[in-house]
């Protein structure tokens, strides 16, 4: 178990390097690029619940795959903050996006709920490395409960 929590805070301090590292990225890139970037992490976060539902409620799929897609999460949710650049809300006009223009008045709550996010998609990670099917199914309503819906709520706006 040692050796699974130490390969994860490795990661995890890589991934963080990562961002760090990121950070001006968004800044230098039109308001219409970061959009699609952002979008293009969401539509991959949907196709890994996919894997997530499949191995939960349907039985298909490894616990393996389920590791995989969790990572792949983890590590998206932590390139976020830097792809929401200033003027990119939906009330900014920058392009379709559905951002409330409350993640930049709530900034830091906001990088709260990305961090809070990933750790979750972590977790599940860990979760899925042990292959209990139970533990597994508890990491994954947390994620989608207190990471994923608990940020949507607060800042994307409504499907146009």
Do not use: Y
Not at 54 to 81: C, E, H, L, M, P
């Amino acid at each position: 178990m040692g050796v699974s929590i130490g390969r994860a805070v490795a990661v995890a301090l890589v991934l963080g390097s990562m961002v760090v590292a990121g950070a001006g990225v968004a800044t230098a890139q039109s308001a219409g690029e970061a959009i699609k970037q952002r979008q293009a992490l969401m539509k991959a976060n949907g196709k890994a619940f996919g894997v997530f539902v499949n191995f939960v409620k349907k039985g298909q799929g490894s616990a393996a795959d389920v590791g995989t897609n969790a990572r792949i999460v983890a590590s998206n949710v932590a390139q976020f903050v830097n792809l929401f650049p200033k003027g990119t809300s939906l009330a900014d006009g920058a392009g379709k996006t559905r951002a409330k223009p409350e993640i930049w008045q709530k900034w830091a709550a906001f990088e709260g709920a990305a961090a809070k996010t990933s750790k979750l998609a972590w977790d599940l990670s860990l979760a899925a490395a042990s292959g209990d099917k139970q533990a597994i199914g508890a990491a994954f309503g947390k994620l989608g409960k207190d990471g994923c819906t608990a940020c949507h709520k607060t800042f994307r706006g409504l499907k146009q």
